[in-house]
């Protein structure tokens, strides 16, 4: 069964605004994961967070954690047309951080 | 390093006929996966290996065989193929040193049972 469920589904912006996802999962976790899938191609991993931390920072990506809501959410700031992706959360379970699970994904599309 | 390969990228088969899917990884990895990926889901894993001679059921099992012989290939069987198992399928490999559990993907193999 999928643990993540990510929201919204789709979201479409323009270029330079800023993109929220959010994701929510059922059970306890040990970590949580961003993945960017390109149209057609293999999934590309964003970012890490573990489940001691609340936010976490890369380049324009910035994610928070909440384990009390078990929910994630990725913001991308100052978005490109480049950026247009799907975009994946996957939780590792306990006992195995590399046994990811995987949600159903926000498809972004960022229009120029 | 070519990083994780598959092969082939496409493929067409009649129900019933069987398969291998190849995936190889030239970074030592100890973790490899097989993961299949349907229309608006998200990634379901199939089989996983933590190293060779090592392998276990993911999700989504049915219908399909691993082995690990070797570090570097990690090959997914289709026993007898159903219009169900049409799906793209990746396989990703991660280390299993450190801390950083991320995992890389090779680009995929789309799969069409007729």
């Known amino acids: 069964s999928q643990q993540g469920e990510e929201d919204p589904q789709a979201l479409s912006i323009q270029e330079g605004e800023n993109a929220t996802m959010n994701c929510s999962y059922k059970?306890?976790?040990?970590?949580l994961q961003w993945y960017r899938q390109n149209s057609g191609r293999g999934l590309v991993h964003l970012i890490l967070?573990?489940?001691?931390?609340r936010e976490k920072h890369s380049g324009r990506l910035r994610v928070t954690l909440d384990t009390s809501k078990k929910s994630s959410s990725l913001l991308i700031t100052a978005s490109r047309a480049a950026d247009t992706a799907s975009y994946f959360c996957a939780t590792g379970e306990p006992g195995s951080n590399y046994k990811l699970t995987f949600g159903k994904g926000t498809l972004l599309t960022v229009n120029p | 390093n070519a990083g994780v390969t598959q092969t082939p990228k496409f493929q067409v088969l009649k129900t019933g006929q069987s398969m291998t899917l190849q995936c190889a990884q030239d970074?030592?990895?100890?973790?490899m996966s097989w993961y299949r990926q349907d229309p608006g889901m998200g990634l379901r894993l199939i089989h996983y290996s933590v190293g060779a001679g090592i392998t276990d059921q993911g999700e989504v099992p049915n219908g399909y065989n691993v082995s690990r012989s070797t570090t570097e290939d990690f090959p997914l069987r289709l026993l007898s193929a159903a219009p169900s198992q049409t799906s793209v399928y990746f396989c990703a490999s991660s280390p299993m040193t450190g801390s950083t559990y991320e995992q890389y993907f090779g680009p995929g193999t789309r799969l069409t049972v007729t």
């Open positions: 059970t306890s976790i040990n970590n």
């Open positions: 970074m030592n990895h100890e973790y």
């Open positions: 967070i573990r489940s001691n931390e």
